[in-house]
């Protein structure tokens, strides 16, 4: 046993020790800065200052591996950039001019201006925000129901809250449960296939997604490495050959925007040639036959036409995936953000639940939070009355409110009550680790027009960002993950999360929510602190776990047992027969609650507004599709741009063309350039990028260059690269979910001295610029 293995052995199971001056601390991560998953960590600190991170070999979860963004940690904790208290401003908004005062002096203002408002408006003229879910997914929900007393609580302008929502939505209604890749990531022993059923998938489609650097929805992505190493061969979807793509048996680079066309042709060969499931189809399936009419005229040749992928690989691929056995699809956010985010998913899901690998080993298993922690968006909806929730924004379109697939608010409809005062008027928003203008909002300078309008606003993050320094009238720093007592669960398993560490008078969204709520609605915070919500989570939110906040630092993780073939043991119905929780009790193909409001039950496809084929005269101006979200190891989302470490590895923003069409332009590697397109512009830097289609450009999101001004003009040059200047806001599907984030049109020229004098973030501070 070499040294570092002896090290780690000799402290298994221990939740503290020391070593040397440090004392190490084992426990798990999950807030901004980082991702959406909740590693095990060991956490060095010494003097009380966070000195080292380390992944836990303990943890089944990463297994002690950890991404740049968990290892850089220290850095961004002792950053300092960091704001070391509460901040009230003093000058115009986006002056940059601050003033500091204490927490009760901050409480005090928000106090003030809540009540007013409640008195003025009502409470639901308040909305509350937050960014990518993460530890403030249940906290400012709270904040938004439970002390504000408002049912306007959404994603930070994130249009079509394509973000997961769209494929939550689609499976929620025709299975009645979520389904998940199984990477064995549900058992605490997890590649022991000895001791559980677990098998490593024969084939594993990667569908839109770049699981090793994004690691999303809790999934984390060396896993697919893991099965790869275990015998698991690739199919990949993607308009780029990723890492992952380069070892498949089948790439599949289709034109952005088109994954539904492609997963309707796939479903037409599977079942034109007799490959599904037809046992689990008969048993299990509803409305098969309406599903096999409506994939008949997509035909692998259409296709073709539609995808830009050869009707060969088309066909290789669904037959690859139909005969392996198990086979699973791990998907991604290019689902959600297309105005046919829903139909999209829907064709997918009809994939797994046709081929028979619905709740099998190495298929695509149920899964639910465990210990049935039913603790998210929807936490604290029950304390506002009835006639209060009706007035939630958004609520004309029914799968959200209606059919209570959510309970946020509509983003888009945010912004439009903004913009119009109707239905009624906002006037505060609260935003918490979201950074709207540089990230979520689609339409990132009409966003800015509007919330420069708003009455008041609050910020709370990490960081002064460009949205806390244009909009916010009180910024409030918030704790990162190791200055957290708190507990999440996201699928499995239930996590602890124990504070070893103070950074300056910065706290967490658990005691600013509580201290808020008990000044607001005491009656709906019976706790005092971070620790007491989190046992009261413990004892009344999470069934079947035997433990508080103590225990549950000890246990660090805790794994519920796991079932496979649920629906046959009459473990996912309420009634306990076996079945699916849906109104037929099977896999709805033909979507019945869809019927019933008035939507299509099966999935279709058609073609983006803003394409070469929906829009041709646009297109001849703007002659590449632009894909935008492209993920990096080095960041997530808007975070991590202030980090030495990151920006050494990443410093500029790149956009990405073939070499042929940059030639074609005149462009070469590293030149920065403006991408343009009828809505807006901006610059990134060129990566020649040789496996693109040559009709395709792809960009980056999210950046801001925390290393430039703050106060406005500047505004840390925020819509300088910043590619959602291009996007559209409020174009949705007919449910309310999907946005074109990722099929877009552009064109792309070099940046000159000349057509550089002036710049986007200039543009639109001061002459009101872009997207008029």
Not at 257 to 278: K, P
Not at 311 to 321: C, E, L, P, V
Not at 657 to 672: C, T, V, Y
């Amino acid at each position: 046993m070499d040294q570092a293995n002896s090290y780690y052995e000799a402290h298994k199971g221990e939740v503290e020790w020391r070593d040397g001056d440090y004392t190490v601390t084992r426990t798990t991560v999950w807030s901004g800065p980082g991702c959406h998953d909740g590693c095990g960590v060991l956490y060095y600190t010494k003097d009380g200052k966070l000195e080292k991170v380390e992944g836990d070999p303990d943890c089944p979860f990463n297994q002690g591996t950890l991404c740049m963004r968990c290892l850089e940690m220290p850095e961004a904790v002792n950053h300092p950039d960091r704001p070391t208290g509460p901040l009230k401003r003093a000058g115009e908004r986006g002056e940059n001019k601050w003033e500091s005062v204490t927490w009760d002096e901050a409480y005090d203002i928000i106090e003030e201006k809540v009540r007013a408002i409640w008195k003025d408006y009502g409470a639901e003229s308040i909305a509350c925000m937050i960014g990518t879910g993460r530890n403030n997914c249940w906290q400012i929900p709270y904040l938004c129901y439970a002390a504000f007393g408002s049912p306007n609580f959404c994603l930070g302008f994130l249009s079509g809250e394509s973000c997961f929502q769209p494929r939550s939505a689609a499976m929620a209604s025709m299975n009645g449960d979520f389904l998940i890749a199984d990477m064995s990531q549900q058992f605490e022993s997890r590649y022991d296939t000895e001791n559980t059923e677990w098998v490593p998938p024969e084939m594993i489609v990667v569908w839109g997604c770049n699981p090793i650097a994004s690691n999303s929805d809790n999934f984390y992505g060396g896993w697919v490495v893991d099965c790869m190493q275990r015998g698991s061969r690739l199919i990949t979807v993607d308009p780029s050959l990723t890492w992952l793509a380069a070892r498949s048996d089948y790439w599949l680079r289709l034109r952005p925007g088109t994954d539904g066309a492609l997963a309707l042709a796939m479903l037409n060969v599977i079942i034109s040639e007799d490959l599904y499931d037809r046992e689990f189809v008969e048993k299990w399936c509803y409305g098969f036959d309406e599903l096999a009419e409506r994939v008949k005229e997509w035909t692998p040749e259409r296709a073709e036409a539609v995808c830009w992928v050869p009707k060969d690989t088309i066909i290789g691929a669904a037959r690859a995936y139909a005969k392996a056995k198990p086979a699973t699809i791990h998907w991604g956010l290019p689902i959600d953000q297309a105005v046919v985010g829903i139909p999209t998913a829907q064709a997918i899901n009809a994939l797994w639940a046709v081929t028979g690998n619905t709740d099998v080993p190495g298929g695509n298993i149920i899964i639910r939070n465990a210990f049935e922690q039913n603790v998210s968006y929807n936490y604290g909806y029950q304390t506002l009355p009835a006639e209060v929730q009706a007035k939630r924004i958004g609520a004309e379109y029914p799968l959200m409110s209606k059919a209570g697939f959510s309970s946020t608010a509509h983003s888009d409809s945010i912004l439009q009550a903004i913009e119009t005062g109707k239905p009624y008027p906002i006037r505060m928003l609260w935003l918490s680790s979201t950074n709207p203008i540089a990230n979520m909002a689609s339409d990132a300078p009409r966003v800015y027009r509007a919330v420069r309008t708003l009455d008041f606003v609050v910020v709370s993050d990490p960081f002064l960002t460009p949205t806390a320094v244009a909009f916010a009238d009180v910024f409030l720093p918030a704790s990162m993950s190791c200055e957290r007592n708190t507990q999440r669960v996201w699928w499995v398993p239930l996590r602890g999360m124990k504070k070893v560490t103070q950074f300056a008078d910065v706290r967490s969204d658990d005691t600013i929510v509580t201290d808020l709520g008990r000044r607001l609605h005491p009656e709906n915070f019976p706790w005092t602190d971070d620790i007491g919500w989190t046992n009261d989570i413990l004892v009344n939110d999470t069934p079947g776990y035997d433990g508080d906040f103590e225990q549950l630092c000890k246990d660090v993780y805790v794994y519920p047992a796991f079932e496979y073939r649920k629906h046959e043991k009459g473990l996912l119905r309420p009634d306990g027969q076996p079945g699916f929780n849906t109104p037929s009790g099977r896999i709805e193909l033909y979507n019945s609650i869809f019927a019933l409001w008035g939507y299509d039950p099966l999935p279709q496809w058609e073609e983006p507004s803003c394409s070469p084929y929906a829009s041709p005269e646009l297109y001849e101006q703007y002659p590449f599709v632009l894909t935008t979200g492209a993920r990096s190891v080095e960041f997530f989302h808007s975070e991590h741009r202030q980090l030495e470490t990151s920006r050494e590895f990443h410093p500029d923003p790149l956009f990405e063309m073939s070499p042929k069409a940059a030639e074609a332009a005149g462009l070469s590697e590293g030149d920065w350039c403006w991408l343009e397109n009828h809505r807006g512009r901006c610059r990134q830097k060129l990566h020649v990028n040789p496996s693109l289609d040559d009709r395709v450009v792809r960009a980056e999101h999210g950046w801001w260059f925390p290393e430039q001004e703050a106060a406005e003009p500047v505004l840390f040059g925020v819509f300088d690269s910043n590619i959602n200047n291009l996007l559209p806001q409020c174009e949705n599907g007919p449910t309310g979910y999907g946005a074109p984030y990722k099929n877009q049109l552009c064109r792309v020229y070099a940046c000159t001295e000349e057509n550089s004098a002036e710049l986007p973030t200039a543009c639109v501070t001061r002459k009101d610029g872009y997207s008029k």
